[in-house]
């Protein structure tokens, strides 16, 4: 979706400003707030992509004013009420009111260390061969889907080079609506910088995306 | 902020969905275990073993597995490194996509509009920000992380600094050099 999320390109937001010995965490909340979305994924009803798409769909102007932990919380209560765990009642109470949907799992303390040294890896088997090689050129999709993508809007209808060829890898379009992981084989893209932002970019420096074999075509 | 997600905690304890403990236990992890430190290890053995070097541009998940990292957000690892007239730089337009197994948790400024804006339209801007100002003709390649694939930034490795081992040469790697917003500190 064309949504808050795809900044690339985009302009106003004013200087980075980094934190000079930053600590992880600006307040307690940020820690339960963290703790929170990893926990509760464990349960299984959503995926990661899933969740991203559950926060790129937060309105623009709530997502832009909103930390990103705290985007997550409030992405977190929508994943939570869809998939039936929690109620607006609960939310409203700020307590338990009404049952909830059985896990398919809940997360123990001492499985943690298991659970985050083994990740989830989202690479998968695929049999076709690679439609791509290294040094094909390629054109990016310029399609613009309602729903989850991972092709920022600023390198659609691109024209750019492969330089890498990965394995099939869970495709994220499929994946976050519950149709399927339907994978497909990665490639990394690059574009030199002014085939993105016109001749008034540096000649010499480059920009690279990871893109599924559907995000693109032989150019 | 804070009384909603106390309420959100207090709602999955109470329904048994979530143990508070196994929240406590994620926290320590990421404050006590994972960490940068990581990642300087794995970028200090590439500037002091050729064959790691190579066994990191070969399958970077691999060879980082053979330091004990790995696991959440550094499941498929590319190693990215900078070369006298070319840098690397890493960003996640999309969202805020980092390699947490080497790096732990992203800092604020990863993760906010101006650097994931910026970062694709005007690398040169954003490095001089964080105080790198490169030659002119020196290459800037970057990175967006759109899919699975995790990136980590191996600095040029400082002058000066032959003979070091590897637990010396570690403290000159800041976690900034490893995204590419920094370069790897000069020795003292």
Redesign the interface.
Known sequence: MNGPHDLGGQMGFGPIAPETGEPYFHAEWEKRALGLTLAAGFMGAWNIDESRHARESLHPADYYRSSYYEIWIKALETLLTRHGFVTPADLAAARPVDAAAMPKRTLAPEFVPTLLARGGPCDRPIESAAKFAVGDRVRTANDHPTGHTRLPRYARGKFGAIVAVHEGYVLPDSNAHGHGEAPERLYTVRFPAPELWGASADPRSTVSIDAWESYLERA | ????????????V??????P???????E???TK??PRNGARVVAKAWSDPAYAGALRTDATAAIATLGF???????M?ALFNAPGAHNLVVC????CYPW?VL??P???Y???????????D??G?LA??GVTLPA?????????????RYIVIPERPSGTEGWSEEQLADLVTR?SMIG?GLAKAPA
Do not use: N
């Open positions: 902020m804070a009384a909603r997600v106390r309420a959100l905690e207090t709602i999955l109470g329904k048994g969905l979530v143990d403990a196994a929240i406590d236990a994620i926290v992890t990421y404050e994972v960490g790995g696991g959440r957000q550094g499941e498929h590319r337009t999309l969202c805020s197994a732990g948790l800092p604020v400024w993760k906010a509009p101006p650097y994931r804006s910026r970062a694709v339209i690398p040169r954003v920000e964080f003709d020196t290459e800037i390649h970057v990175w967006d992380s759109t899919a699975e694939l900034d917003t």
